[in-house]
């Protein structure tokens, strides 16, 4: 990741080289670790490859210019993003945490290949996990105009902490996802989930990245629970 994080902030003549270029070096990490290199990422590392977010915001005219030079690759990797990245949390931190997603497949063109090194099109992640819809809105109020959430069905309680982390701009009165990734597994009054933000695509169950953030919320101590326990596991298509 600190090798992303340097890439990621150095303009490529190419944009479309971004992959290619790091081919390299992939090989050499993918036969050391013996672990599957696909579109930046090692897929043994999955969900955790997935907790990167933008460094700063890409100027508008640029990014939709490197944008049009990046279509096809998969939205949940860094490479999709044009501009500087960063990760969300460290892997070593990680180690307090307990995954809350399974049986993660990554397929290229609908077929689970070995490691590709080079330019990949049309690959996607299979898992099984929970998902929650929710809906972000401005409201003014007698001071200022804030930012507050809801969600299409009534819950039991909602995070007291949200910091979530758009790859653009952030989306305002139109429904999107949380995915569960981790939550912390120490004995604590408070409860931290990692999440993924999504958007669905046309096809049942399937979606793509828009973001990733941390919820949180106070807990009686040994209280283990997630606030995603009351929706049913399902599988997902990440494009």
């Given at each position: 990741?600190?090798?992303?994080?340097?890439?990621?902030?150095?303009?490529?003549?190419?944009e479309?080289?971004?992959?290619?270029?790091?081919?390299g070096?992939?090989?050499?990490?993918?036969?050391?670790?013996?672990?599957?290199?696909v579109?930046?990422?090692?897929?043994?590392?999955?969900?955790?490859?997935?907790?990167?977010?933008?460094?700063?915001?890409?100027?508008?005219?640029?990014?939709?210019?490197?944008?049009?030079?990046?279509?096809?690759?998969?939205?949940?990797s860094?490479?999709?993003?044009?501009?500087?990245?960063?990760?969300?949390?460290?892997h070593?931190?990680?180690?307090f945490?307990?995954?809350?997603?399974?049986?993660?497949?990554?397929?290229?063109n609908?077929?689970?290949?070995?490691?590709?090194?080079?330019?990949?099109?049309?690959?996607?992640?299979?898992?099984?996990?929970?998902?929650?819809?929710?809906?972000?809105a401005?409201?003014?109020?007698q001071?200022?105009?804030?930012e507050?959430?809801?969600?299409?069905?009534?819950?039991?309680?909602?995070?007291?902490?949200?910091?979530?982390?758009?790859?653009?701009?952030?989306?305002?009165?139109?429904?999107?996802?949380?995915?569960?990734?981790?939550?912390?597994?120490?004995?604590?009054?408070?409860?931290?989930?990692?999440?993924?933000?999504?958007?669905?695509?046309?096809?049942k169950?399937?979606?793509?990245?828009?973001?990733?953030?941390?919820?949180?919320?106070?807990?009686?101590?040994?209280?283990?629970?997630?606030?995603?326990?009351?929706?049913?596991?399902?599988?997902?298509l990440?494009?």
């Amino acid at each position: 990741m600190d090798l992303i994080v340097r890439y990621t902030a150095c303009q490529l003549t190419n944009e479309s080289d971004r992959l290619p270029a790091l081919s390299g070096l992939a090989k050499v990490w993918a036969e050391a670790f013996a672990s599957r290199y696909v579109a930046g990422v090692m897929v043994d590392l999955l969900p955790a490859e997935l907790l990167w977010k933008r460094k700063e915001h890409p100027d508008d005219t640029h990014s939709r210019h490197i944008r049009e030079k990046l279509t096809g690759l998969p939205s949940w990797s860094w490479c999709s993003f044009p501009g500087s990245v960063k990760p969300d949390v460290s892997h070593n931190y990680l180690q307090f945490y307990t995954k809350t997603v399974d049986n993660i497949t990554v397929t290229v063109n609908g077929n689970i290949s070995d490691s590709i090194y080079g330019e990949v099109t049309n690959v996607t992640i299979e898992l099984m996990g929970k998902i929650k819809p929710v809906i972000m809105a401005k409201g003014a109020t007698q001071h200022e105009l804030k930012e507050f959430w809801s969600m299409p069905k009534p819950v039991n309680y909602w995070p007291e902490s949200l910091e979530l982390s758009f790859d653009d701009e952030p989306i305002y009165n139109v429904e999107f996802f949380l995915l569960g990734l981790y939550v912390n597994n120490i004995n604590s009054t408070y409860r931290s989930e990692y999440v993924l933000l999504m958007e669905k695509l046309r096809k049942k169950n399937e979606f793509r990245r828009i973001g990733v953030g941390e919820i949180a919320r106070a807990v009686e101590f040994e209280d283990r629970t997630s606030w995603f326990d009351d929706v049913e596991e399902q599988t997902i298509l990440i494009r």
